[in-house]
C-alpha cells in the first residue's frame, strides 16, 4: 500500500523569505501523480501543485515549485518570496494513474510572519 | 462557474442521532469522492461515487455509514447512531472524470461536531 510522509509538522518563516516543505512516499508502481494542496484557516482545500511521475521536469507554478527525485521517492515544496497569504497548512498527496483515492500526508503548519 | 458546494458548513448531532452531509459537484462532474479529515490528520479517503453508483468504498467504515450518489439531487453521506470518534471534518470532492489527469476539486467541508 502507498504511504505519504511528512516529517516537518510546523515550519516558520519570514515574508519575503523561501521555505522548504518535505515529503517522502513508498510505493512500488512506477508511473504515479504527486500534489501539494494547501489548506488555509478556512478549511478550503486547494490545489497547489502536481507533478505526473513519468516527467522529468520538475513542476512549477509562479512562487511554488518542487524537487523531485523519483529514485529517492521524494517531493517537497519550494515557495519562493513567501508572503502572508501563505499561511496554511499544506498537505502532500499521491494518487495512482488509474486510482481515484488521493492518499494524503499528516500536513505541515506554515506559518509565515511579517 | 460555482465550486463544489457542501452543506451543512457545520453540523452538531447528539450520539445516537442521525447526520446527513450534502454535496453538490461542480457543474459538469460526475464523480464524487468523500473524505474524512479528523483533528490534526491529513484527509483519508472515504468513498468514490458516479450517478448512481457506488465505484470504490474500500475506506467507508463497515457500519452506521453509507453514501449515495442519485440521478438527480446532491451526493448525501450519511452516519447513523453516531458517536463522538464521528466528529471531523467531511470534505467532498468532484472531478469531471476518474484518474490522475483529473484534478479532484474539493469543496468547503463540514464540520461535524458529535456531542
Known amino acids: 500500500a502507498q504511504t505519504v510522509t511528512q516529517s516537518q509538522p510546523e515550519m516558520s518563516v519570514q515574508e519575503a523569505e523561501t521555505v522548504t516543505l518535505s515529503c517522502t512516499y513508498d510505493?512500488?508502481?512506477?508511473?504515479?501523480?504527486l500534489f501539494w494542496y494547501k489548506q488555509p484557516p478556512s478549511r478550503q482545500m486547494i490545489l497547489v501543485i502536481r507533478q505526473e511521475a513519468y516527467k522529468q521536469q520538475n513542476a512549477t507554478e509562479n512562487r511554488f515549485s518542487v524537487n523531485f527525485q523519483k529514485a529517492a521517492k521524494s517531493f517537497s515544496l519550494k515557495i519562493s518570496d513567501s508572503q502572508l497569504g501563505d499561511t496554511a497548512m499544506y498537505f502532500c498527496?499521491?494518487?495512482?494513474?488509474?486510482?481515484?483515492?488521493?492518499?494524503f500526508g499528516k500536513g505541515t503548519t506554515l506559518s509565515v510572519s511579517s | 462557474n460555482a465550486g463544489v458546494m457542501q452543506n451543512p458548513r457545520h453540523l452538531v448531532r447528539r450520539r445516537g442521532q442521525e447526520a446527513r452531509l450534502r454535496c453538490s459537484p461542480m457543474?459538469?462532474?460526475?464523480?464524487v469522492y468523500w473524505y474524512r479529515q479528523l483533528p490534526e490528520e491529513g484527509l483519508k479517503f472515504m468513498v468514490y461515487?458516479?450517478?448512481?453508483?457506488?465505484?470504490?468504498e474500500s475506506g467507508m467504515p463497515k457500519e452506521r455509514f453509507s453514501a449515495e450518489f442519485p440521478k438527480e439531487g446532491p451526493s448525501i453521506l450519511r452516519i447513523q447512531q453516531v458517536v463522538r470518534g464521528d466528529s471531523a471534518a467531511y470534505f467532498c470532492a468532484s472531478s469531471p472524470a476518474a484518474g490522475g489527469s483529473y484534478e479532484q476539486y474539493f469543496g468547503p467541508g463540514t464540520r461535524l461536531t458529535v456531542t
Open positions: 498527496a499521491f494518487l495512482r494513474p488509474t486510482g481515484t483515492a488521493l492518499i
Open positions: 461515487l458516479q450517478k448512481e453508483n457506488i465505484i470504490d
Open positions: 510505493t512500488s508502481e512506477n508511473n504515479y501523480y
Open positions: 457543474k459538469g462532474h460526475s464523480h
